[in-house]
């Protein structure tokens, strides 16, 4: 299948401002004038064209950042939130009612997992969560009332690599809708392409990429997006989870320059995901020649990108990891924080941090070590010196690969 660039449609963008200035006005307001009573009806019955109903509904600056997202992912419409768990919430209670079925990856973003772990429920959505590189076992959990298979292009934190061309096969036969969080990996993959239904974003991560800002987006048909913003029944409108003007343009500003962004993460995350791995250590990174996900990886990114910015790096007990991070920050060399896609490397240790919401017993069956620390790796312009310096804090604390359990 030939795939278009989305870098390359981040470029073709062409927004003036209202007096022609080089970035579009910032909408300043909560609600709207009609110039006649009918066109305010007609609007609230969807068929007013052009017209503003209330901010939370739509913006010109969300309507702005909605159009180049969409156009990014090659999708026909989109629609911002006020954060990722905005998104994915809102896309899941649009998509399933009391009785419905998900089958989900079960390395999902923390948050999404507990979402669907122990707030669905209540609303008798019941979820099974599979190994999404087991199509199996995917295919096999779809019972007759499951309406969505739910997953991450590259998963949070183990980053594993959907098969997404293989799970929308499966998505349409079961007649299921196959919703894709592709935070990871934007420009990198194009899940649409590939054959997903919805495709959502935490726009606080690599999009935005300044960690200023929460933010989410759902990319989809007209239709769904039409649906997830009706007054009536639309969850986007009813939950109410609208991201502000102000915050839609200066994400709209911060993404022009996510094709280089996201080239010097790739280049800077490949670089160190070899080194580490040829000290020894085990390094998890679709990158990685010897990474179980590499070639599914390589047919569905766009190669002028690269592998993304994140890896984990398993330094044996979380002790180590701890004082491996502290030493890190401590150095200078990154902060120990969650999220990623910053300027600067960030780290944690998934298992006591992002994906603490997942089970003991859960984290150990789907591999997630207690010492793995996952790294999002920055825009360092040297990044041989930042190995050489990480280097030196694992020989400080005498740190080896020997040391670590597999
Ligand atoms: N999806 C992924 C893959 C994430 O890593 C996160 C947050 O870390 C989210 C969604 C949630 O996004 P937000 O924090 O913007 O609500």
Redesign the pocket.
Known sequence: MKKSSAAKSIQDLQFFGEFGGVNPSISDSSTYTFLSAQSMADTFEGKGEGCYLYSRHTSPSGLYLSEALAKMEATESAHVFA????A?TSVILQLCKAGDHIVSSRTV?G??YAFMKNFTPKFQIESNFVDITDLNSVENAIQKNTKVLYC?TVS?PLMEVANIQALSKIAQKHKVTLVV?N??TPLILRPKELGADVVIH?L??FINGSSDT???AVCASEEFINALKDVNDGAAMLLGQTLDSLRASSVLKNLRTLPIRMKQHSANALYLANAFQELGFRVIYPGLEKAKSHEIMKNQMDKNIGFGGLFCLDLGSLEKANLFMEMLQHKNLGYLA???GFYKTLFSAPGSS?SSEIAEEEQATMGLSEGLVRFSIGLDYAIEDTFNEMKKCLEILDIKPSNVLI
């Open positions: 954060s990722g768990m905005g994915i973003y948050g999404t991450e949070n969080d935070t990871f935490s606080t991560k929460v933010g989410g969650v999220s990623l992002t």
